[in-house]
Nanobody, 121 residues
Framework: QVQLVESGGGLVQPGGSLRLSCAASGSIGSIGGMGWYRQAPGKQRELVAI???????DYALSVKGRFTISRDNARNTVDLQMNSLKPEDTAVYYC???????????????WGQGTQVTVSS
């Protein structure tokens, strides 16, 4: 079994900061790309940021310059530092990772359970 567990969501005022964390655990052979997605009410899930296992990152235009994604390959974690938050950043944020389970050859995508981020005064 493989699990992704997120933490760090909450309520923050516009202009504030939050840090999301995601930890992968279980029978992990190796991890490829890791990323964060979000889904606002009534909208489709969208990519926020991704990072490869060699630490190359990419961001949605709407968060570029405000959010930073980072990963720790030794701890199988990926974080999302969110600064200068706006009300339109309000959404459920999901961690995603491409993981090969121990003893297998195929990479599969796994999702966390989601964590709510609300930006409001």
């Amino acid at each position: 079994q493989v699990q992704l567990v997120e933490s760090g969501g909450g309520l923050v005022q516009p202009g504030g900061s939050l840090r999301l964390s995601c930890a992968a655990s279980g029978s992990i052979g190796s991890i490829g790309g890791m990323g964060w997605y979000r889904q606002a009410p009534g909208k489709q899930r969208e990519l926020v940021a991704i990072v490869t296992n060699s630490n190359t990152a990419d961001y949605a235009l709407s968060v570029k310059g405000r959010f930073t994604i980072s990963r720790d390959n030794a701890r199988n974690t990926v974080d999302l530092q969110m600064n200068s938050l706006k009300p339109e950043d309000t959404a459920v944020y999901y961690c995603n990772a491409q993981i090969r389970r121990s003893g297998t050859a195929q990479f599969l995508y796994y999702w966390g359970q989601g964590t709510q981020v609300t930006v409001s005064s």
